[in-house]
């Protein structure tokens, strides 16, 4: 007897914030999606997020997306990460109808050969945030220089002593992945943040409305091309970031309202390109 068709299985979202990352997404983006068929519960979709960048990154991504249905784009103006970030979690929950967002680089320094098990083990537990960490016994940061690992450790510290987030050894780590349905909890009025801080805002954020942590080791690689964008400002930024959700911390309860902005359609609208 005809089993009929199969139920579409539930999609697993990456936004990929691109600034000048032509290069290394020609690398990373066939990397990704080689990882589709190691893992059998989700649809693995990505949404680039590019702020126009001058040396075609948007281009190439337009060119591959005929080829792949499950690749997408979404341009607007050089605004930081973290705004990049903002906007492309929401149009993914809204257009996309992800279930499960990840954060990744597209310099690279992400494994994606780890993506099987991110959205196994978030998938797995309920309400999990997956965090791939540099300071387990078992990771590596072969590029870092003893003043990079200091900062890096610092920031993770003054996060755990002032945010209440726990035990959490990696707190600014960008390789993450959690369920829409926390995302959908986040106070946005609370991440005001444009910069490389965002990853501490949303830790906080998705803490407080019942994350539960499970950190795994990674490799965090050398750049494939490029430079870091991490600049002064970003730390300045980070400091201002860290007093804000301190005080949020002890003077705002933990439960917020669903993200309007940020709610799973009933049916996700048609794939497009938006500009």
Do not use: W
């Not at 970003?234 to 705002?252: I, Q, S, W, Y």
């Amino acid at each position: 007897m005809p089993s009929g068709p199969q139920p579409a299985r539930p999609i697993a979202c990456i936004v990929l914030p691109t600034y000048n990352e032509r290069p290394n997404l020609q690398v990373v983006l066939p990397r990704i999606f080689e990882q589709a068929a190691r893992i059998p519960t989700h649809a693995l979709h990505v949404l680039v997020v590019d702020d126009n960048s001058p040396d075609g990154t948007a281009a190439l991504v337009r060119e591959a997306m005929p080829a792949n249905p499950n690749l997408h784009l979404l341009t607007g103006d050089k605004r930081g990460i973290g705004d990049a970030y903002k906007r492309g979690m929401s149009y993914a929950v809204e257009h996309l109808g992800a279930a499960l967002l990840l954060e990744m680089d597209a310099d690279g320094q992400h494994d994606p050969a780890l993506l099987p098990d991110f959205i196994r083990l978030s998938a797995e537990g309920n309400r999990r945030l997956v965090i791939g960490s540099r300071f387990l016994p078992e990771s590596a940061m072969p590029e870092f220089g003893p003043g990079r690992r200091a900062l890096s450790y610092t920031g993770s510290f003054l996060v755990r002593l002032c945010c209440g987030v726990g035990p959490v050894k990696d707190c600014t780590s960008g390789y993450r992945a959690f369920p829409a349905e926390l995302f959908c909890r986040c106070d946005f009025r609370a991440l005001p943040t444009r910069g490389y801080s965002f990853q501490t805002a949303i830790l906080f954020e998705l803490v407080r409305h019942g994350a539960k942590v499970v950190e795994i080791p990674m490799v965090f690689a050398p750049r494939l091309d490029g430079e870091s964008k991490l600049k002064l400002r970003d730390c300045v930024e980070f400091l201002f970031t860290l007093a804000g959700l301190t005080l949020r911390r002890f003077t705002t309860p933990s439960q917020a309202p669903l993200n309007p902005a940020a709610e799973v359609p009933a049916e996700p609208e048609p794939r497009k390109l938006a500009g």
